[in-house]
């Protein structure tokens, strides 16, 4: 069983899905049918396999290699370690923004995917999580929206953000005046309201401010009066990351939002699990097919 049909991407909520054990409105299932035991010991199972799938791919997402070239690919990236699209394509360009501890091989599962959905302009922000916080990566992913923009001919950008990287790209839509560029930003366990995992000692300030009550969390809970970006927030109750895991849940009464429950899928499975990714490349679509981006 997956998520009801209902168009989750085009749904112009008028107020925001309340945090809670209730479950949202328009929800039939999730994107796992496991909620026992066992389905959480299995879920706990494929999240240690991912993680050291992580950790093998993790150097081919290293420096400006590893991308194949051919229709549809992408450029060598520029000089901040970004990388750029190509300039002929008629589909929606998307960014994909990684979080802490990661790069873009992060996102392999999740570029496939979205290429087989029909999205040839798949990007990757690849930052350098050690001197950027949320705020600098920030302006690196307005940078690179404005290359992808002025490269490719389209107005706006879906980007899809894993973990630190929906904080990152969240900050770019709220803050910096990406909703301009930013159509749909889809955040896979990001932590909107903090996580308390984010306590442990060390000299990071992206760390930093990812603790509850952090200046970047307090900024971003402020007024936000107008902002065009749709926000579809994906959180999983097995996310060990996300302390508490309700806080991956996107609550902000100036922001239209979609909540997307997952059942039994830990952190880092979330960019590789084939039924989130096909979940995220469905809202996408039907964003898409629902209010198509301008195109020069």
Known sequence: MILSGRDLSGCRSTGVTPPGPAEPPGYRGSLLPVRSLPGAVFGAAVEVAAIVAALALYPSGLGEGGERRGPGSLRAAPSDGAVALPA???DSPVLLVHGLFSNRAI?????RGLRQAGFRRVAVLNYNWLSNDVRSAARLLAEQVERICEGSGHERVHVIGHSLGGMVARYYA????????VHTLV????????????AVPLPLRAIRQLRP?????????GPAPGCE???????SDLDELIVPTASARLVHPDLRIRNVPVRAVGHVSLPLHGRVVGEVCRVLRDARAAEPLAAA
């Open 88 to 90: 002929v394509s008629a």
């Open 107 to 111: 996102f392999h599962v999740m570029r």
């Open 174 to 181: 709220q803050r910096l005046g990406g909703d301009a560029r």
């Open 187 to 198: 955040t896979l366990g990001a932590p909107h309201h903090g996580t308390l995992a984010a």
């Open 213 to 221: 009550g952090s200046d970047v969390l307090t900024e971003l809970a």
């Open 229 to 235: 970006t749709r926000f579809v927030a994906f959180h």
